[in-house]
């Protein structure tokens, strides 16, 4: 286990979907992903917000800019009865298209079809899952909100269901 986090692992992932509908998935040199399409994904730094680690992460490993369009869902599990390990994956619009992939992590980086991610045998669990639930419900972003000043906010933004908040 990787000490130096802590107990509490927070992380976050982007589902980067560009316009022919291709999803931005990476092969990782390391950990239980390591040669399997995933998402780009990795801790969040402090004074970072969730979907900006998403927006950085994918970056990073991918070279593609983006920007959050809405929270798709919560990964938390516990590692070995003591590590809470927990990844927010956001769904992501791409501001740009050519991918340069960091080669120190990963082994490639591609936009792949639905189709040919259901068929490699490479493809992630969590990858396989979020291709069963297509199409894909999520969370919208609401920015712009001040919870109020005794809190203490920098940043602050907020994803809910927007239909749930019409009513």
Same mark, same amino acid.
């Given at each position: 286990?990787?000490? *130096?986090?802590?107990?509490? #692992? @927070?992380?976050?992932?982007?589902?980067?979907?560009? %316009? *022919?509908?291709? #999803?931005?998935?990476?092969?990782?040199? $390391?950990?239980?992903?390591?040669?399997?399409?995933?998402?780009?994904?990795?801790?969040?730094?402090?004074?970072?917000?969730?979907?900006? =680690?998403?927006?950085?992460?994918?970056?990073?490993?991918?070279? @593609?800019?983006?920007?959050?369009?809405?929270?798709?869902?919560?990964?938390?599990?516990?590692? =070995?009865?003591? @590590?809470?390990?927990?990844?927010?994956? +956001?769904?992501?619009?791409?501001?740009?298209?050519?991918?340069?992939?960091?080669?120190?992590?990963? $082994?490639?980086?591609? +936009?792949?079809? *639905?189709? =040919?991610?259901?068929?490699?045998?490479?493809?992630?669990?969590?990858?396989? $899952?979020?291709?069963?639930? %297509?199409?894909?419900?999520?969370?919208?972003?609401?920015?712009?909100?001040?919870?109020?000043?005794? +809190?203490? $906010?920098?940043?602050?933004?907020?994803?809910?269901?927007?239909?749930?908040?019409?009513?």
């Amino acid at each position: 286990m990787d000490k *130096k986090r802590g107990n509490v #692992w @927070i992380a976050a992932a982007g589902l980067v979907i560009n %316009e *022919k509908g291709e #999803w931005l998935v990476v092969q990782k040199k $390391y950990s239980g992903l390591k040669g399997k399409w995933s998402l780009p994904a990795g801790f969040v730094q402090p004074g970072e917000m969730l979907d900006e =680690a998403a927006v950085r992460e994918v970056k990073e490993e991918t070279g @593609i800019d983006a920007e959050p369009v809405a929270l798709l869902g919560l990964r938390t599990g516990v590692i =070995a009865g003591e @590590i809470s390990d927990n990844m927010a994956i +956001f769904l992501l619009r791409p501001l740009s298209r050519d991918i340069v992939v960091q080669t120190d992590e990963l $082994y490639a980086a591609a +936009f792949l079809s *639905k189709t =040919a991610l259901q068929n490699d045998p490479n493809t992630s669990g969590l990858l396989r $899952y979020l291709l069963a639930l %297509e199409p894909l419900d999520s969370l919208s972003l609401h920015d712009g909100l001040n919870p109020g000043d005794p +809190f203490g $906010y920098t940043k602050y933004r907020l994803y809910f269901e927007s239909s749930k908040l019409k009513e």
